[in-house]
């Protein structure tokens, strides 16, 4: 992530900015990318303040490597005790499925990392681990399962899937309301949309775009260059940045 962020970050300013040891702690006190609509959160649970002015900022122009291991302690931080709040105030936490299909060993090394970070955070996860040659059918129904379950908030398919699986069909059973890695057509068509919002984006340009803001980065106006055009991080990265 930290060499997508850096090369979208040379890309889209020749120079960008040096903060000092303040202005970052300032920035990264709360996640500043465009908010997402939450889901089923009680009218008095608020995750977040207000994101910080960016004015401030703008003035020195250096170059600067974004460090995106301390952004992520920081927002992994700050999530830990959102989580911990949640929990105390409505005593429940929230719940991500996640189905791996086969045995590649880097989506078992991600959907790893994925399981190991909600429980650094209190959230829960389900893990459901299906064989390589496994039906449509079947991890339908686990994603039925999944859909209907209420303590579940998230699912995501980890990409890719054997090739003997219809990919469309089989995200397109994701409930759009779970749909954390916004891969359903709904998000993805709103988020392509002028004026309308997706309930989830793609995390991988999404991270990109808090590193950009966090660094102080004034997306609006400025040339890009996105290298690829995967539906993972491609097209939805050159989408958030037209945003
Ligand atoms: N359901 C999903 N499947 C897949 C996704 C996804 O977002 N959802 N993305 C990839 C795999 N993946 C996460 O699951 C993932 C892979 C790589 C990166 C990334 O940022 N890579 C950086 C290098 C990071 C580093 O090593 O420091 C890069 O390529 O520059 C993010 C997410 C496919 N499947």
């Keep these: 992530m930290l060499l997508v962020a850096r090369k979208a970050l040379a890309a889209v300013h020749s120079k960008a900015i040096r903060l000092t040891t303040r202005e970052v702690h300032y920035l990264s006190s709360i996640l500043v990318s465009p908010p997402l609509v939450s889901l089923d959160l009680p009218e008095n649970w608020i995750p977040y303040s207000d994101p910080p002015p960016l004015a401030a900022f703008e ?26 709040k949640m929990k ?21 090394t991600y959907v790893r990392n994925k399981i190991k970070a909600c429980e650094e955070a209190g959230i829960k996860s389900v893990l459901a681990e299906l064989p390589e040659d496994c039906s449509e059918g079947h991890i339908i129904s686990v994603l039925k399962e999944f859909n209907e379950d209420t303590s579940i908030h ?5 990409l890719p899937l054997p090739q003997h699986l219809d990919e469309s069909k089989i995200l ?38 808090e ?3 966090r660094a102080g980065v004034e997306i609006a106006g ?22």
């Excluded at 600067?64 to 952004?71: F, L, Q, Y």
């Design 59 to 84: 003035t020195e122009q250096k170059t600067v490597v974004i460090d995106g291991k301390v952004i992520a302690e920081e927002i992994r931080t700050k999530i830990i005790s959102e989580v911990g």
């Design 88 to 108: 105390k105030a409505v005593g429940k936490v929230p719940g991500l499925a996640v189905v791996l299909v086969g045995q590649q060993r880097d989506s078992q």
């Design 154 to 158: 998230g699912v995501l398919v980890q």
């Design 172 to 209: 397109n059973m994701v409930r759009l309301e779970k749909d954390v890695d916004g891969f359903h057509p709904l998000n993805m068509g709103n988020l392509a949309m002028r004026g309308r919002e997706p309930l989830f984006v793609s995390c991988t340009p999404k991270g990109c775009v």
């Design 211 to 213: 590193l950009l803001i």
């Design 222 to 243: 400025k040339n890009a260059v996105v290298i690829g055009r995967s539906n993972i991080v491609g097209l939805p990265m050159s989408l958030l940045l037209q945003a």
